[in-house]
């Protein structure tokens, strides 16, 4: 029993009347995943706008999120979010902060109230959306489970996001984009895209020390890179986000450039018969 005498107790019972009632609605507002199905409960194989729904097993959600390396510092776009599982296991179990995209209105208001269930709504939010129209070019790993054709589509827009952003598919490839990895667990398979940096054209390599330049034409296919380096063949061509690595013989040696893309320029390390110089490459 509460006790209040005079005009501060009645103050006092009045302030904890009070917290009590918010205490109360906001006990109320808790959600469980029991309370979200009874609003809406979503059937596997259910159609959708361009594929039908069914949910991506717990194990391969996992995997696909250690593929790409999800951590806290991460942003994390589902394109096509169903019941929210892919992103809410990136914010749970990764620390990562994430956004689902979901067509169907309904199912994207039952994968923000299993979100609320989950207790994740500092992290992790499911909106209504298409995902041909959605801006998501902030995310560091977008994360798919749509069909071939789909993610052709797509294909143009996520090659213009920043170097270095992953991309993971479930089930479906991308044409004559080949993953840098991939995974096949019983529950289904997972494969890995690292957004290359755009070097196609031509570069011209000086020395920040010294005279010395070389002439690069490049030739990109995706992460890919061939071309000719001082006149000569370019091997081992490869782009890894914003690194890029290649060799060329120069005066009868191998020469081995490590680089990274900053901005537009190309900073790299050469390396010649155990020496190594830096350079700087801009595009003619």
Excluded at 68 to 89: E, N, P
Excluded at 170 to 177: I, K, Q, R
Excluded at 223 to 247: C, E, T, W
Aim: charged share 20%.
């Amino acid at each position: 029993m509460v006790k209040a005498t005079g005009t501060w107790g009645r103050i006092q019972l009045g302030a904890w009347l009070s917290l009590l009632l918010v205490g109360a609605a906001a006990a109320a507002d808790v959600r469980t995943r029991e309370e979200c199905q009874k609003v809406y409960q979503p059937s596997r194989g259910q159609a959708g706008k361009d594929v039908i729904w069914v949910p991506t097993e717990d194990a391969l959600v996992t995997r696909m999120l250690q593929m790409a390396r999800v951590t806290a510092s991460d942003r994390v776009y589902d394109l096509g979010a169903g019941d929210g599982k892919i992103a809410i296991a990136a914010g749970k179990q990764f620390g990562a902060t994430a956004v689902g995209i979901e067509y169907n209105p309904d199912m994207a208001r039952y994968a923000q109230c299993l979100v609320e269930a989950e207790g994740m709504t500092q992290r992790v939010r499911v909106v209504q959306g298409d995902i041909f129209q959605s801006d998501f070019s902030s995310a560091t790993v977008v994360t798919l489970y749509l069909l071939p054709e789909l993610n052709l589509r797509l294909r143009p827009t996520l090659l213009d996001m920043k170097p270095g952003t992953r991309v993971v598919s479930h089930s479906f490839l991308m044409d004559d984009w080949e993953p840098d990895d991939r995974a096949l667990l019983p529950e289904g398979s997972a494969y890995l895209w690292i957004v290359p940096a755009k070097l196609e054209g031509n570069w011209v390599l000086r020395a920040q020390e010294g005279t010395d330049s070389i002439d690069l034409q490049l030739v990109q296919q995706f992460q890919k890179l061939s071309g000719a380096a001082a006149g000569a063949p370019v091997a081992d061509g490869r782009i890894n986000g914003p690194a890029v690595s290649f060799a060329f013989a120069r005066n009868g040696e191998l020469v081995r450039v490590a680089g990274r893309m900053e901005g537009e320029r190309l900073v790299a390390t050469l390396t010649r018969a155990g020496r190594s110089a830096n350079y700087i490459g801009t595009l003619r």
